[in-house]
């Protein structure tokens, strides 16, 4: 696990996003959730030809691009903000008891290097539960993936009692669309710290990391 350091402080006074982070930071419910279908066909080709598992794979790609994103490197913390200058998975995976829990990895850059730490700390995972993420830990993107439905649409569970201001991304079953493979995908975010613009331009960001792939 890494350790909770914030390199910066951020000065809400001066910040461009203070009238909207006191607007919304006290909000019950302060989350927005977008859903868009993104094209995979080149990242299922490239994961298949490299022997690496599809989820790792998508895994890699959303954090690469979610670390590249400012905004969904800043958590609420007390009554500040703080950015982080990188931010790793907490994801789900299912128990031999057909439960789930969760799982952290560390975000690095490379991407074989990562595969592989996804692909041992989920075997490492498989014999127990923990539904407890580090206290104090809020460098996080909470992820999961549907793999039983192609959904239109996610809502996720919080706890109003505690700060959570941890983006969310989700997605679902992908399938075939005139040739073509899609998978759903969602982004939940913070409103004080992130609006949709921001959201949209993780999803076109990740589409264009796909689309690289070689």
Request: include cysteine.
């Amino acid at each position: 696990m890494s350790e909770v350091i914030a390199l910066i402080q951020v000065d809400i006074v001066n910040w461009p996003r203070k009238n909207h982070y006191l607007l919304f930071k006290d909000f019950q419910n302060p989350f927005f959730n977008i859903c868009a279908n993104v094209e995979v066909t080149n990242l299922v080709e490239y994961a298949n030809r490299n022997g690496f598992p599809f989820f790792a794979t998508f895994l890699f790609l959303v954090m690469k691009t979610i670390n590249k994103t400012l905004e969904f490197r800043y958590r609420i913390r007390e009554n500040g903000v703080v950015l982080h200058d990188v931010v790793h998975p907490s994801y789900t995976v299912m128990t031999d008891e057909k439960l789930f829990r969760f799982v952290t990895t560390l975000y690095v850059s490379d991407m074989r290097e990562f595969i592989t730490n996804v692909t041992n700390d989920i075997f490492k995972s498989k014999k127990t539960i923990s539904l407890e993420d580090a206290e104090g830990v809020d460098d996080l993107v909470y992820i999961s993936s549907l793999k039983w439905v192609s959904f239109t649409s996610v809502s996720h569970p919080y706890d109003n009692k505690k700060i959570d201001s941890f983006p969310r991304v989700t997605w679902g079953k992908y399938y075939t669309d005139n040739n073509k493979i899609i998978i759903p995908v969602s982004v939940a975010a913070h409103h004080a710290l992130c609006d949709g613009e921001h959201a949209a331009i993780f999803l076109n960001d990740l589409q264009k990391e796909i689309n690289q792939l070689v």
